[in-house]
């Protein structure tokens, strides 16, 4: 599991977004490759908020298939983070039925059955938060960004997602139905 | 530098907590689900018909023999633009700083810039489609006649798009400032933060934030409250019942015409529809209270959302981002 916590594969914000979609424009095979680095990260934290992993991995490669598909549609090539995200966020998901059908697959084989249910009651608690606090919260989390790489991805301003990671956080304790005075004893000497 | 809040950084000192956490949810990560690379899939670009194109190629003749507004709207990529005073004309990257008189600018074809005494302007990008200036003191007021993003003000912090409107904007070298809407509608973005501000509204910002719009006749009563609330929202340790409190403030002293105010402020944190806001706004909007639709509003559900952003009689000019035509 350790070699999970390595940090992910978020850019230095010197990363030209308007840049490299110029080159996708054109069909660049390597624009495709480097913007899906940058930003595959934010597409599955999304996703990962609205359905089941298994899923929100087809669906990540299937988001920007379509985005590179319909370049053409965005009108302006720096937000191309904003845009394809916009795509996660709205993406159609399959049906209760369909789902239903796709086999439970287990992520972590390492992973005892209880730490299993327990990873997946968190991943649900952090579903069940507002947006803002989710998508910012799974990206933290899941996939073990610091504030200011969320910040350079998402293109928030960094007051902004330092609210949303403390008030994210408080919302899922509450969710988790954990106590302060619980967390006190777990940190305390 | 290590920040030593372990929740922004994750180099700070460990919190058990986080560390517990983290080492959960890590496998569901995209590096550890081994989708951290392009897999070079095959794109298919779709192909206009010509079927399908044949009513714009249609319609953009008879702009084109209608003459002016099609003419309007173009401008070659990096041309200069006209204004009064000795500058005469003011080129992409330039700068104008007025002194004791202010000058008027005209913005391509589309619209004029009043820019005040004691300021400075750069122009920073003009093509058809695309211009945007940078007040980087001082006060303008724009008049567009234009298709939504057209023109705006961007600097490194923000974008304040035109949305086919009247507007006036003050700013602080500091990047604070003020901006307030005489009619249409303007949209501030920053990264995937979008705010709408209609006419009649008015909106602070710093070189990050931006508040909610406010009625720039909004009573005493509720400015107080609305800067009680966007003291708490700028606190990120802040207590959350201190938040919802605060909250409940604004929807106790809000009015009917200050729907604009509260669907910002509820669609920026759903999870406030629990306390007073949500009944408030449906009685300024005329609407009963659902509670099947509260609770998806709660959970920040964009169908539930939108359906009361449908309902303002005076709509935005659809824009690309946040809306419910962003993707279709």
């Not at chain 1, 991995?57 to 319909?70: K, N, S, V």
């Not at chain 2, 809407?181 to 973005?189: D, E, K, L, T």
């Not at chain 2, 408030?280 to 998806?296: E, I, K, M, N, Q």
Request: proline share 6%; aromatic share 8%; charged share 25%.
């Amino acid at each position: 599991m350790d070699a999970y916590l390595q940090p992910t594969t978020a850019k230095p914000v010197a990363f030209d977004v308007a840049l490299w979609t110029r080159a996708a424009r054109r069909g660049s095979q390597q624009a495709f490759a480097e913007l899906y680095t940058r930003f595959a990260p934010l597409v599955h934290a999304i996703l990962l908020g609205r359905t089941r992993p298994a899923l929100a991995d087809e669906l990540t490669q299937e988001c920007f298939a379509l985005a590179f598909a319909r370049l053409d549609q965005l009108r302006e090539d720096g937000r191309f983070g904003a845009w394809i995200a916009v795509i996660a966020r709205r993406i159609e998901l399959p049906s209760r039925e369909a789902l239903a059908e796709v086999p439970e697959e287990i992520p972590d084989p390492q992973a005892t059955p209880e730490q299993r249910a327990e990873a997946a009651r968190v991943l649900g608690a952090i579903s069940s938060l507002p947006e803002a606090y989710r998508e910012t919260l799974m990206l933290r989390l899941v996939e073990g960004l610091g504030g200011a790489e969320i910040a350079a991805l998402t293109g928030l301003g960094a007051g902004s997602v330092r609210v949303n990671l403390h008030r994210g956080m408080r919302l899922l304790r509450a969710a988790l139905g954990i106590t302060e005075d619980a967390i006190a004893k777990e940190t305390s000497p | 530098m290590i920040d030593d809040d372990p929740l922004w950084d994750p180099e700070a000192a460990p919190d058990a907590e986080l560390v517990g956490l983290r080492a959960m949810l890590a496998p569901y990560s995209v590096a550890a689900r081994g989708i951290a690379r392009w897999p070079a899939l095959r794109i298919v670009r779709r192909r206009r018909s010509v079927g399908r194109w044949w009513p714009l190629a249609a319609a953009a003749v008879m702009l084109i023999v209608s003459g002016l507004h099609h003419h309007r709207l173009q401008w070659e990529a990096g041309r200069s633009w006209a204004l009064d005073g000795p500058m005469r004309t003011l080129a992409e990257g330039q700068r104008i700083a007025t002194g004791d008189a202010g000058t008027s600018i005209e913005v391509a074809r589309i619209g004029r810039i009043e820019l005040s005494p004691d300021s400075v302007l750069r122009l920073v990008e003009t093509r058809t489609a695309h211009h945007r200036v940078d007040l980087e003191h001082g006060h303008l007021r724009a008049r567009i006649w234009a298709p939504p993003g057209y023109f705006g003000l961007s600097d490194r912090h923000r974008e304040i798009v035109d949305l086919g409107c009247d507007f006036e904007v003050w700013k602080q070298a500091d990047g604070s400032g003020r901006a307030i809407v005489h009619s249409g509608w303007i949209a501030w973005r920053s990264g995937m933060d979008e705010q709408l501000v209609p006419a009649g509204f008015e909106v602070h910002f710093d070189g990050e934030r931006i508040t909610l719009p406010l009625r720039m006749d909004a009573e005493p009563a509720l400015r107080q409250a609305m800067a009680a609330f966007e003291t708490q929202r700028l606190s990120p340790h802040g207590d959350h019942d201190a938040f919802a409190r605060v909250a409940d403030r604004v929807a106790d002293v809000a009015q009917d015409t200050d729907a604009i105010t509260l669907l910002s402020l509820l669609t920026e944190y759903p999870e406030l529809a629990s306390g007073r806001l949500y009944p408030r706004l449906a009685r300024a909007l005329g609407v009963s209270v659902d509670p099947t639709h509260r609770r998806a509003w709660q959970t920040g559900s964009r169908e539930a959302i939108d359906a009361w952003w449908a309902r303002l009689p005076v709509q935005p000019k659809r824009w690309w981002l946040n809306w419910r035509d962003a993707w279709a």
